[in-house]
């Protein structure tokens, strides 16, 4: 069993900062991948940013300049430090990890529950 629990969301006025944070746990072998996603009401899934293992780093160009994703391997854990935020930011934010359960098997993608972050005008 794995989980993904994120922590960090919550209310901020624009031009402020939050910093999210996510621990997974459980039968981990190995993660390749950690990143964020978010979702505002009414709108699909997008890619925030992504962290490898190997600290390769993408942004969505959204968030590029203002967002800064950092990884510990040896904790499992992936943070996404937010600055000046901006009400488009607005969404739940999800963790996820693409990760082994031990060495014979093949990487899966796992999620966390979300968490909310809203940026008042």
């Known amino acids: 069993q794995v989980q993904l629990v994120e922590s960090g969301g919550g209310l901020v006025q624009a031009g402020g900062s939050l910093r999210l944070s996510c621990e997974a746990s459980?039968?981990?072998?190995?993660?390749?991948?950690m990143g964020w996603y978010r979702q505002a009401p009414g709108m699909q899934r997008e890619f925030v940013a992504l962290?490898?293992?190997?600290?390769?780093?993408n942004y969505a160009d959204s968030v590029k300049g203002r967002f800064t994703i950092s990884r510990d391997n040896a904790k499992n854990t992936v943070a996404l430090q937010m600055s000046s935020l901006k009400p488009e930011d607005t969404g739940v934010y999800y963790c996820?990890?693409?990760?082994?359960?031990?060495?014979?098997?093949?990487?899966?993608?796992?999620w966390g529950q979300g968490t909310q972050v809203t940026v008042s005008s």
């Open positions: 459980g039968s981990i072998f190995s993660i390749n991948a």
């Open positions: 962290i490898t293992s190997g600290n390769s780093i």
């Open positions: 996820y990890a693409n990760l082994l359960y031990s060495a014979r098997s093949t990487y899966r993608v796992h």
